[in-house]
């Protein structure tokens, strides 16, 4: 637990500093989550094969929920910085830069991994770190189309072979929208004791963003208003970038009696990078949370029959800004998976 619980916490530390203070501690934030990722997952690359069973981890879930606590600590912190005297331009859009980055690649794994666990306060949590970034509704979206129809044309997070990220990212967040309130109507629907309209899991996302907005405000004014949705645009960007990786190009077959398939390690790309693996509370480990969604992260499995990324996730992330060189990278590579 150790690695997971550096690679996460040593960037927030040197994020909080820097919104506190200023000063070099936001470089040496973002720098760290950049820079220093790559070198690591290069020197450390064996590292990531070592796993174990779930219950190996007790201190997981902890994790989870101090990090979820911290980031949106955090954040308030560095709204606030932005309605402070004393912090300069550059200041001001490297914490933007930096909570941006926190958000996507720590944040959203954090919540992502609180969105599944089983204790309702826990999957509050994890909502509240998505509503923090204006993003809400992804909790819904991931757990009641992306799990059930992942792979196919009713996912809007499944990238199809050819689409570039910046298409995909506009289908991507309106689809899921859209998607994930039909689907928790359609369960609400099916309830034998109507719920009530207020108890809609989309008014719990619109309230979260809208509090997050008036904090914003309480804290720096418009300013802080402009803080918050630069550093929650900054963090969906990331976010629509980790389901495009994870899943680009990837079909599940149909069977001669015209059912899906059913979800396997053949459709989700995988990481085995130890550093950004950990950065990240195990989330390129992809196949094996589909597989289990319930998992813990820290006893998520790397196998030898998954679709392996190139490079690690962050690398990806930056290719896929560039379609043309993410087509170069993973058209073929797709195609013989889908292949098979």
């Given at each position: 637990?150790?690695?997971?619980?550096?690679?996460?916490l040593?960037?927030?530390?040197?994020?909080?500093?820097?919104?506190?203070?200023?000063?070099?501690?936001?470089?040496?934030?973002?720098?760290?989550i950049?820079?220093?990722?790559?070198?690591?997952?290069?020197?450390?690359?064996r590292?990531?094969?070592?796993?174990?069973?779930?219950?190996?981890?007790p201190?997981?879930?902890?994790?989870?929920?101090?990090?979820?606590?911290?980031?949106?600590?955090?954040?308030?912190?560095?709204?606030?910085?932005?309605?402070?005297?004393?912090?300069?331009?550059?200041e001001?859009?490297?914490?933007?830069?930096?909570?941006?980055?926190?958000?996507?690649?720590?944040?959203?794994?954090?919540?992502?991994?609180?969105?599944?666990r089983?204790?309702?306060?826990?999957?509050?949590?994890?909502?509240?770190?998505?509503?923090?970034?204006?993003?809400?509704?992804?909790?819904?979206?991931?757990?009641?189309?992306?799990?059930?129809?992942?792979?196919?044309?009713?996912?809007?997070?499944?990238?199809?072979?050819?689409?570039?990220?910046?298409?995909?990212?506009?289908?991507?967040?309106?689809?899921?929208?859209?998607?994930?309130?039909?689907?928790?109507?359609?369960?609400?629907?099916?309830?034998?004791?109507?719920?009530?309209?207020?108890?809609?899991?989309?008014?719990?996302?619109?309230?979260?963003?809208?509090?997050?907005?008036?904090?914003?405000?309480?804290?720096?004014?418009?300013?802080?208003?402009?803080?918050?949705?630069?550093?929650?645009?900054y963090?969906?960007?990331?976010?629509l970038?980790?389901?495009?990786?994870?899943?680009?190009?990837?079909?599940?077959?149909?069977?001669?009696?015209?059912?899906l398939?059913?979800?396997?390690?053949?459709?989700?790309?995988?990481?085995?990078?130890?550093?950004?693996?950990?950065?990240?509370?195990?989330?390129?480990?992809?196949?094996?949370?589909?597989?289990?969604?319930?998992?813990?992260?820290?006893?998520?499995?790397?196998?030898?029959?998954?679709?392996?990324?190139?490079?690690?996730?962050?690398?990806?992330?930056?290719?896929?800004?560039?379609?043309?060189?993410?087509?170069?990278?993973?058209?073929?590579?797709?195609?013989?998976?889908?292949?098979?």
């Amino acid at each position: 637990m150790f690695l997971f619980q550096f690679a996460t916490l040593a960037p927030l530390a040197l994020l909080i500093a820097g919104s506190l203070t200023g000063g070099w501690w936001i470089a040496g934030a973002v720098a760290m989550i950049t820079l220093f990722t790559w070198a690591a997952d290069h020197l450390m690359r064996r590292a990531a094969a070592a796993t174990g069973r779930a219950d190996e981890f007790p201190t997981g879930d902890a994790l989870a929920v101090a990090l979820a606590v911290i980031l949106l600590a955090g954040l308030a912190l560095a709204v606030r910085a932005f309605g402070q005297e004393g912090f300069s331009t550059a200041e001001r859009a490297g914490l933007l830069i930096g909570w941006g980055l926190a958000f996507g690649q720590i944040g959203h794994p954090v919540a992502h991994e609180l969105i599944h666990r089983r204790p309702v306060w826990m999957r509050g949590l994890g909502g509240a770190v998505y509503a923090a970034v204006l993003m809400g509704h992804h909790g819904s979206s991931h757990l009641r189309v992306h799990h059930v129809h992942v792979g196919t044309d009713d996912d809007p997070a499944s990238a199809p072979l050819g689409m570039g990220f910046w298409r995909y990212a506009v289908r991507a967040w309106g689809g899921s929208f859209m998607a994930g309130l039909r689907a928790e109507s359609a369960l609400r629907a099916r309830a034998s004791v109507p719920p009530s309209w207020w108890s809609h899991p989309y008014i719990a996302h619109a309230l979260g963003a809208g509090l997050a907005l008036v904090v914003a405000f309480g804290l720096a004014g418009m300013g802080g208003i402009a803080a918050l949705i630069g550093i929650a645009a900054y963090a969906q960007v990331q976010i629509l970038l980790s389901d495009y990786i994870q899943h680009y190009g990837l079909r599940r077959a149909r069977r001669p009696d015209g059912r899906l398939e059913p979800v396997g390690p053949q459709h989700s790309w995988n990481a085995p990078q130890a550093w950004s693996s950990a950065m990240m509370l195990n989330a390129p480990r992809h196949s094996d949370h589909h597989a289990h969604p319930a998992r813990p992260f820290p006893a998520l499995r790397l196998e030898q029959n998954m679709p392996v990324l190139p490079r690690a996730v962050p690398v990806m992330a930056v290719a896929a800004l560039i379609p043309p060189l993410w087509r170069r990278m993973m058209d073929r590579r797709a195609k013989t998976w889908s292949a098979d």
